[in-house]
């Protein structure tokens, strides 16, 4: 030994290392058979190891997925669109048709004959048929009148508008062209949370780009940004020009459109990102291609979530079902018989677990559907047999006099849009119905509530959508109502009294 060191034989390692081996061969055989044996030192917990545990396969992603994204990347289009719009007289920076409708075009008289001026704008599509229909978002080409369609082999085409649909925000375009490539459509119901999904689209006008995420959510709704939400989430990137853009699964089926993100006001990818699944677009597409528009089902009824205290109160024992806030007279609801307070429990046999879902239901069945609802009423379960009206178009709309009721009586609303918010000058993230009529002689007038201010809470239940505000409206029935209400970007509370 020398400097504290330890010399050991050569021949006395190899010994050592020999017997560990031959001691670690007869552990392995002596263990080989303890599959399913208590831990000792752990008497209540019993461990099973799996016998035929087996990874993953990767197969041909090895190299990562360009397998899938080479067939996609060329059935996904460039969309670009113009429009004429007419600058607001005096200089004044709004020139919306919906803005105007608040002030009247006496305001701020022109001085000159103001200049016509051209909009552009961009976006992305999915080709869905060889002989060239393509799905979009309707916002990608609303008011346009002019839309040109890229294709990745760089070929133009002026694209002929076949159809839209607002209340879910589909498009569906036409292209002269035959031999295009497509995606197949897939099965969205089968999506499930975590699983891998690519989109796919023309973000801010770079061309073909395609990112990478997980399903973070399904079934997302009641988020204000369409009549009729189901909205797929995703962490994929998903950025300004993606709109109309394909999601697609890890087998190249086209399984969502891309529509929306949440950017927390500053305008780019935030990991949360919304697209509309194909089983909702479909059905939608289809009609318009069929019929050049979409019918929907109704029973004229306003609806609400069950929450713990709305339970307690009607009986329901659990939070479960969906309220009835109020019926329509004259409508399919009220001919079969529903009330106010009533609660859906099921719907032809299957449990009704939110309102978001039930409309949703009954959106896509087609007028004259004979529907069978399990409701409560007075702690006693009962069947309704009811044939499903059509949807009238002004059903999506709170008519004075009609839709709003008690307090609020008098005051019509539109839904608060992403161009309506530039056009009031309010952040993008700004939430509410917008005030679009006023009466004069209401007592929501004496309150002080004008054209162009946004609520935001009723009775401070934040709505975000027409439907959310009628059922806060139909709430709170004949009672005062407290309202925070944005004007002008300033946020304050307006009592309307009841009397």
Request: proline share 5%; glycine share 14%; charged share 15%.
């Amino acid at each position: 030994m020398k400097n504290g060191e330890i010399h050991i034989p050569r021949w006395v390692a190899l010994v050592a290392l020999l017997g560990t081996l031959i001691g670690g061969g007869v552990l392995a055989i002596g263990l080989k058979d303890w599959t399913g044996h208590t831990v000792l030192g752990a008497a209540d917990v019993n461990v099973t190891l799996a016998r035929s545990a087996s990874p993953v396969p990767l197969g041909e992603f090895s190299n990562g997925f360009s397998t899938v994204l080479k067939s996609a990347l060329p059935a996904v289009v460039n969309i670009h669109t113009s429009k004429i719009v007419k600058p607001r007289p005096g200089g004044m920076p709004f020139n919306e048709p919906f803005f105007r409708q608040f002030f009247g075009d006496q305001f701020g008289q022109p001085q000159m004959q103001p200049r016509q001026q051209r909009e552009q704008s961009l976006g992305s599509g999915v080709i869905v048929a060889s002989d060239g229909i393509i799905l979009t978002n309707n916002h990608v080409i609303d008011g346009a009148t002019d839309i040109k369609v890229d294709l990745a082999d760089k070929r133009q085409f002026q694209a002929k508008l076949i159809g839209t649909d607002a209340k879910t925000d589909v498009a569906v375009l036409k292209i002269e062209a035959t031999g295009l490539p497509t995606l197949a459509l897939g099965d969205s119901s089968k999506l499930h949370v975590g699983d891998l999904v690519f989109a796919i689209g023309e973000p801010f006008g770079l061309g073909g780009t395609a990112t990478m995420g997980i399903v973070s959510a399904t079934g997302r709704g009641g988020l204000g940004i369409e009549n009729y939400e189901d909205f797929i989430q995703t962490d994929a990137a998903i950025n300004p020009g993606n709109s109309g853009g394909a999601m697609i699964d890890l087998r190249g089926n086209l399984i969502g459109i891309n529509t929306a993100i949440l950017s927390g006001g500053g305008g780019g990818n935030q990991g949360i990102g919304f697209a509309i699944p194909i089983n909702l677009a479909r059905p939608v597409m289809d009609q318009i291609v069929s019929h050049g528009k979409v019918v929907r089902g109704y029973l004229g009824v306003y609806i609400q979530n069950v929450t713990p205290q709305m339970a307690k109160q009607f009986g329901v024992g659990e939070a479960r079902g969906v309220l009835i806030g109020d019926v329509s007279a004259d409508t399919p609801g009220a001919r079969a018989g529903m009330k106010r307070g009533d609660v859906v429990l099921q719907l032809n046999g299957q449990p009704v677990n939110s309102a978001n879902e039930l409309r949703l239901q009954i959106s896509q069945m087609a007028p004259g559907t004979a529907v069978k609802l399990q409701i409560l009423r007075d702690g006693k379960t009962q069947d309704l047999n009811i044939t499903l009206g059509e949807l009238p178009e002004e059903s999506e709309k709170a008519a004075p006099g009609e839709n709003s009721s008690g307090a609020l009586q008098g005051v019509e609303v539109q839904e608060l849009t992403p161009e309506v918010a530039q056009e009031l000058d309010l952040p993008a993230r700004t939430r509410g119905v917008v005030v679009s009529d006023v009466e004069p002689s209401s007592l929501a007038a004496a309150a002080g509530l004008n054209r162009g201010d946004v609520i935001q809470e009723v009775n401070h239940k934040p709505v975000a959508s027409i439907e959310q505000y009628r059922q806060a409206v139909a709430a709170a029935g004949d009672q005062s109502v407290l309202l925070l209400v944005n004007q002008h970007g300033i946020t304050q509370y307006v009592v309307v009294e009841s009397h």
